[in-house]
């Protein structure tokens, strides 16, 4: 059975500084790995998809790599902004569950200015 | 565009009653999956439903039903409600629900169990 683990599970940052969270997995038989940002009290908002086939995604300040034989993902964030708190999940599509997003916990991050 | 639109935002219950929740995907878009968001448990996979169909189920008990309409908006139903049930409840909906189609989420019922 899939499992998903975000380590740290909080982080706190000065404004400026280059960070990276990490998102491990199981197993590596996945279809894509997705990063969420969850703002309290909101919803998910979807940051990058890695497809299984993909190194990494990039979106402005954000980079995701994958690397699925070891079953590990990073999101790495440029120049933190306070902006940039919030509470960040990774999900894994796998073989096993589907169309179904198997989460990990989160890493709640704080940026602080 | 229009986001996925869930409502309520906010539930109040008592233990024994029941439930519906609704979820309205983006427009265009055929899957809709259901989660239940805990500080316990994290986020857990309820349901998909895809043109009216179930497609896929989690590991909750059958009091946890859903349905889809041909318009794919969609419902949850939680019947003999238990104090565990409070959660946030969180809609996605993908265009064809593939698996390398990316889910967006709507910003959930927030469900409390008095």
Redesign the interface.
């Known amino acids: 059975k899939q499992e998903v683990t975000q380590i740290p599970a909080a982080l706190s940052v000065p404004e400026g500084e280059n960070l990276v969270l990490n998102c491990s997995f199981t197993d590596s038989a996945i279809?894509?790995l997705?990063w969420?940002r969850q703002d309290p009290?909101?919803?998910?908002?979807?940051l990058l998809?890695i497809?299984s086939s993909q190194r990494e995604q990039t979106s402005g300040r954000l980079n995701a790599s994958l690397d699925k034989s070891s079953g590990r993902s990073t999101l790495y964030i440029a120049a933190s902004q306070p902006g940039d708190s919030a509470t960040y999940?990774c999900?894994v599509?796998d073989n096993q569950?589907?169309?179904?997003?198997?989460?990990?916990?989160?890493t709640t991050l704080s940026v602080s200015s | 565009k229009a986001g996925?639109t869930?409502t309520p935002r906010y539930l109040i219950k008592t233990r024994g009653q029941q439930v519906t929740l609704s979820c309205s995907p983006i427009s265009g878009h055929r899957?809709v999956?259901w989660?239940q968001q805990t500080p316990g448990q994290?986020?857990?996979?309820l349901f998909?439903y895809f043109s009216e169909t179930q497609?896929?189920k989690?590991n909750f008990p059958g009091r946890f039903s859903g349905r889809q309409f041909s318009n794919s908006r969609s419902e949850m139903n939680v019947s003999t409600l238990e104090l565990g049930d409070s959660a946030l409840y969180?809609c996605?909906s993908s265009r064809l629900?593939g698996?390398?189609q990316?889910?967006?989420?709507?910003?959930?019922t927030?469900l409390s169990i008095l």
């Open positions: 279809y894509n997705q969420f009290g909101k919803g998910l908002t979807s998809l497809q999940l999900a599509k569950a589907g169309t179904a997003l198997i989460f990990g916990k989160g | 996925v869930q899957s999956s989660y994290g986020l857990q996979f998909e497609r896929n989690g969180l996605a629900g698996h390398n990316p889910q967006h989420f709507g910003d959930g927030r």
